[in-house]
């Protein structure tokens, strides 16, 4: 399901993501379009892919965020009916979550 999800979305310089998925064919779908894969190679692959490990890093701080957003009732049980408003209450949760940690 990813090809069809990254299909729709704007071109970017890298993807990064975690070992679920590390396939050759996302690879060389990325490759092709000059997307850089950031993705770690499984433990029992036996070709070894080098990895951006400074841009890889970066992902812990996102995941991190994402985990501090289930903290949060509203967020984790969608309360909000419209997806504006779910949406906004992210962004000011995000916010103050980053800021306060």
Request: cysteine-free; charged content about 30%; proline content about 5%.
């Amino acid at each position: 399901m990813a090809l069809p999800l990254l299909e729709a979305l704007k071109p970017t310089k890298r993807l990064i993501a975690d070992k679920a998925y590390d396939a050759d064919k996302l690879r060389n779908w990325l490759v092709d379009r000059q997307i850089e894969p950031v993705i770690p190679g499984r433990a029992a692959r036996s070709v070894v892919y080098p990895l951006n490990r400074k841009a890889y890093r970066r992902r812990n701080v996102i995941e991190r965020m994402f985990g501090r957003l289930k903290n949060w009732k509203r967020i984790a049980t969608r309360y909000d009916r419209l997806a504006i408003h779910y949406l906004a209450a992210i962004a000011l949760i995000s916010t103050v979550t980053q800021w306060l940690g």
